[in-house]
């Protein structure tokens, strides 16, 4: 029997939907406060309901390396369309199946395990282990990890390295180690006009006709060429409606969303400035909402990532390759407080789908590639 494919189980059928927690966090910390883990509970009350966070921590002395996730999950979509309950973990044809399988209940069982283990044979360590999770990552993302890194923050708690156990491997666990992430940016904009009928031009402004020209500027923009870890920063449009529904009626305003993935070639600040130079050189009367979905971070190889790479090519015989692409992560909010923050965890092929799944054979090197990284960093 694997103690870490128990453990997964046993989080994995814990109904655990954003922002609920379904015990999963007491679940942890009922494994961690017999290894001498004083465990803090950050809960947090938003606009979204009550978000249950768990901060961990054993010993005072420096460096502080962390791990890092989350115990909620996606919705399992229609239940009829999987292959079992998806909230009953189940094992069949190499895998072991179940909604947060691969993200991230998998990550958080054997990094629990992979910390039992090092401390049974090592309880004397050189330094301080944290765990940081949180039930609201898969949401808003506004109560859960942000709050308990603000409050390690207010107490000056700082990390030294932080592993988040995010399903990074692209064909086999092990290829692929995330060292940063593009930040996200955004907008929702509002061209003002003046509604009237089709049939009397020189009587409307057209909301539409006149945002065109500078919407096709904004498409056409080279935002920046990026740099040796993150591709150029990309705009996209999602989203645009106008209209009453008729077809004689000129509408009196254009909603447009649009979204800027960004890299530490550029700022929040002067994506803003750009676009709204674009649209006053245009002439537009408009309104312009911003939201700042994260800020990118890039970690630097440092010893962190030395250490997650020598423990994946001895256990998987895998060399891993650097990288930024995807969305955004819980990272952006830990990068705040600590130096090196990477994120390391199995295939994510099937992560959010039906039939969520992890190979079986994965699970237990993975807790094997935890324990080995934090030898190498504590002892």
């Not at 629990?112 to 090592?122: I, K, P, Q, W, Y």
Request: charged share 20%; glycine share 10%; proline share 6%.
């Amino acid at each position: 029997m694997s103690a870490t494919l128990d453990l997964a189980k046993d989080l994995i059928a814990r109904r655990s939907i954003t922002t609920e927690d379904a015990g999963c966090l007491d679940l942890v910390a009922a494994r961690l406060a017999p290894l001498g883990f004083v465990c803090e509970r950050m809960d947090s009350t938003g606009p979204t309901g009550l978000v249950r966070n768990l901060w961990a921590r054993l010993g005072t002395a420096k460096p502080l390396i962390v791990f890092a996730g989350h115990t909620d999950v996606v919705p399992p979509g229609p239940v009829e369309k999987w292959s079992s309950d998806p909230f009953v973990p189940t094992e069949r044809d190499g895998f072991l199946y179940g909604r947060g399988a691969a993200d991230m209940k998998t990550s958080v069982a054997a990094a629990v395990v992979a910390v039992e283990r090092l401390l049974a044979s090592t309880p004397n360590i050189n330094g301080s282990i944290g765990f940081l999770l949180t039930s609201d990552e898969e949401g808003d993302a506004t109560d859960g990890t942000v709050k308990v890194v603000e409050a390690l923050k207010a107490r000056g708690e700082h990390l030294d390295g932080c592993i988040v156990g995010e399903p990074t491997s692209v064909d086999r666990q092990g290829d692929t180690i995330k060292n940063g992430r593009r930040g996200s940016l955004s907008g929702k904009l509002v061209v003002k006009g003046v509604q009237g009928h089709v049939a009397y031009p020189e009587k409307v402004k057209n909301p539409i006709h006149r945002a065109a020209p500078a919407l096709a500027e904004l498409a056409a923009a080279h935002w920046d060429i990026g740099n040796e870890f993150f591709p150029p920063t990309s705009f996209q449009i999602s989203n645009i409606h106008a209209g009453t529904g008729a077809t004689n009626v000129v509408p009196g305003t254009l909603e447009v969303l649009f979204n800027f993935r960004f890299s530490t070639a550029s700022t929040a600040e002067g994506l803003q400035a750009r676009v709204h130079q674009i649209l006053d050189r245009h002439s537009l009367e408009y309104d312009l909402h911003w939201t700042l979905g994260g800020r990118p971070f890039l970690s630097q190889p440092g010893r962190l990532v030395s250490a997650l790479v020598e423990a994946i090519q001895i256990e998987s015989d895998v060399t891993a390759e650097l990288s930024t692409s995807g969305g955004t992560s819980d990272g952006r909010f830990i990068a705040d407080i600590c130096p090196e923050v990477v994120e390391f965890g199995p295939v994510n092929a099937t992560i959010h789908k039906i039939d969520e799944r992890v190979a079986r054979a994965d699970i237990e090197p993975l807790a094997r590639i935890y324990e080995a990284a934090f030898r190498k960093l504590l002892t």
